[in-house]
């Protein structure tokens, strides 16, 4: 079987799937998405050459611009990690047909090499190559170094197969980067002036290009020998066997009626997949406000720091609450059969998003180190997320009807699974919201009186959270059957 007709079976698959529309929708807003970093690329890779130049200008801005490839290297890694979805094909039918497995194989790693993580470097290193040869850099020498880097794109995607079969090489590249930012952070220690030398040797030496270039044969041989060992009809067919902790969560009895809910929210989270990547992201949320409340430049425009803060302490709320109730979209049509509360259902709910809001809130207690300003604004921002955005980001699930398979390892950013397009549109109260709730008394009166506003917009919340979830309890009900019908569906 040819490349034409693997793509050939992969089109017909997505064409003749019953969620080809709100799939196509999705893909349509991923395509967006796609333009505009292809355009921050390009952008990126003219301008980066004279943005060193001109804050450096004794220095050569190619070596500068060599000494962080160490951070590219990792923080693409890491960011693949998260976000690049590995090819899957449906091998089982093949196996049972007379097709070379070396076929199947190549066209997998092919179909990766495809990826857009792929072609983004290309977007940002071809302009740049092409800045240095106008600059007067050597083209012969500028076309290795291209040559290299693109090894290394490469090498880093094959890379990430191994790294997503083992979570401690994952969490073993974040170390590293951490450490190498930390240390140049507090002059301690620089790095890339050493790495700096290794990347620009493909510019100076030439011959060293065999590295790279070797090392992406090298991962390409290690997956292709991965895919194949495991690629059998036994391990293709056979039933998986999990093993389950039993875990004491005789402390939610105190919640009453609620605490079955939460248990089985709890055990859902710490038994699948999916859940405990949203877990985890959640939790890198918290450093979110590194990336506002360090600059100089945002300490100007308070509004935005409103907007950092609520992120901070809703990282549990925004990936979580958003999946409601795509979570139980396996076994919902069974839970609506069961003589439950919808109320109580509803309720829970709202109670793990505020558990997790007030957690994140304690865990940005280092945040004082920035200043007593900065903590009481997440502390405003923690407000905002248990009274008001709670119910805003529950309202919203009541729109969201797309199944959800629990345990289907992909990308907690690139897996649609549980997202349609109208989420988007919840999404700009809950960041719009903090914002002007905050900026209105700012701009009239005083930074405090922001402040008083947005934790004021919280505790009115709570004292109406009656109101709200019966407000909300009868969106659910008034659409119940057509998110039973959709989560009948399958993908």
Do not use: H
Request: charged fraction near 15%; glycine fraction near 6%; proline fraction near 4%.
């Amino acid at each position: 079987m040819t490349t034409k007709q693997f793509l050939s079976l992969e089109w017909k698959q997505f064409r003749r799937s019953s969620f080809f529309e709100k799939g196509l929708a999705i893909k349509i807003l991923m395509i967006l998405a796609a333009l505009y970093f292809a355009g921050l690329a390009i952008l990126g890779g003219i301008g980066v050459f004279f943005i060193f130049k001109k804050a450096l200008p004794d220095q050569d801005p190619f070596v500068l611009i060599n000494n962080y490839m160490i951070y590219w290297v990792l923080g693409d890694l890491a960011l693949r990690y998260f976000m690049q979805q590995l090819p899957v094909m449906n091998i089982k039918p093949m196996l049972l047909l007379p097709l070379k497995r070396q076929s199947i194989i190549q066209f997998l790693l092919l179909k990766t090499s495809f990826s857009f993580f792929n072609i983004l470097p290309l977007l940002f290193f071809i302009p740049m190559s092409i800045v240095l040869m106008v600059q007067g850099y050597a083209p012969l020498m500028v076309l290795i170094w291209f040559v290299s880097i693109l090894a290394f794109s490469f090498s880093i995607n094959f890379l990430n197969f191994i790294v997503n079969k083992d979570s401690k090489a994952f969490y073993l590249v974040i170390a590293f980067l951490a450490t190498f930012i930390g240390l140049q952070y507090f002059d301690v220690f620089d790095i890339t002036p050493y790495t700096g030398v290794f990347f620009y040797s493909f510019y100076d030496l030439g011959y060293t290009v065999i590295f790279p270039l070797v090392l992406v044969a090298f991962f390409f041989k290690a997956n292709y020998r991965l895919l194949r060992k495991n690629f059998y009809v036994d391990g293709a067919v056979q039933a998986k066997k999990e093993k389950f902790k039993n875990y004491n969560l005789e402390f939610l009895n105190r919640f009453g009626t609620l605490s079955t809910f939460l248990k089985n929210d709890v055990k859902m989270i710490t038994r699948n997949a999916r859940p405990k990547q949203v877990l985890l992201m959640s939790f890198l949320f918290l450093f979110y406000g590194l990336i506002f409340f360090t600059q100089d430049m945002y300490r100007e425009m308070p509004a935005v720091l409103a907007f950092a803060a609520i992120f901070v302490t809703g990282g549990f709320l925004i990936t979580f609450g958003q999946l409601v109730p795509s979570w139980d979209s396996e076994y919902y049509k069974l839970m609506m059969s069961q003589n439950i509360s919808y109320r109580k259902y509803l309720e829970s709910k709202w109670l793990l998003m505020v558990i997790g809001c007030a957690v994140s809130f304690i865990l940005s207690t280092p945040y004082i180190y920035l200043g007593w300003d900065i903590y009481v604004m997440i502390a405003a921002g923690a407000s905002f997320n248990i009274g008001l955005n709670s119910f805003i980001t529950l309202y919203g699930g009541a729109l969201n009807r797309v199944p959800m398979e629990l345990n289907q390892k992909a990308k907690a950013f690139s897996n649609t699974q549980g997202f349609n397009p109208t989420q988007l549109l919840i999404s700009l109260p809950k960041i719009l919201g903090p914002m002007l709730i905050f900026y209105v008394p700012y701009k009239l009166i005083n930074f405090n009186a922001g402040i008083i506003a947005l934790t004021l917009s919280g505790v009115l919340g709570l004292i109406f959270k009656s109101f709200f979830l019966n407000l909300i309890e009868k969106v659910y009900q008034k659409t119940k059957y057509k998110t039973l019908a959709a989560f009948s569906e399958k993908k």
